[in-house]
């Protein structure tokens, strides 16, 4: 397991329960991650994989914290705008 010297500026929870893994999730999951990635926010930024959020009929889900923002059916350009609009690169 890795173990981080601090905790992330910003976290992205990304809803891959059934349903929301039916409506895009799991895409959605890999998509930010791999931009996160190729922005190098790795050490800033983390993107995890939940299961259910109990919001299937929203979904695919995509929480944001610290500031406990809840994004409801998450396209993928939304995914890509959520990690344009809350993250600035670092060098």
């Known amino acids: 397991m890795k173990h981080f010297s601090r905790s992330p500026e910003c976290v992205f929870y990304v ?4 349903k929301c893994k039916k409506s895009g ?9 791999s931009e996160v990635k190729h922005r190098r926010l790795k050490p800033h930024v ?3 994989k939940t299961g259910c ?6 979904g695919p889900i995509v929480a944001v914290m610290p500031k ?3 994004h409801l059916q998450v396209s993928e350009e939304k995914a890509v705008d959520l990690v344009n ?3 600035t690169p670092h060098p």
């Open 53 to 58: 959020t109990d919001r299937c009929k929203m």
């Open 68 to 70: 406990n923002e809840w």
């Open 15 to 18: 809803c891959c329960g059934s």
């Open 85 to 87: 609009g809350y993250l």
């Open 25 to 33: 999730g799991k895409h959605l999951y890999k998509q930010m991650k």
């Open 46 to 48: 983390q993107v995890i």
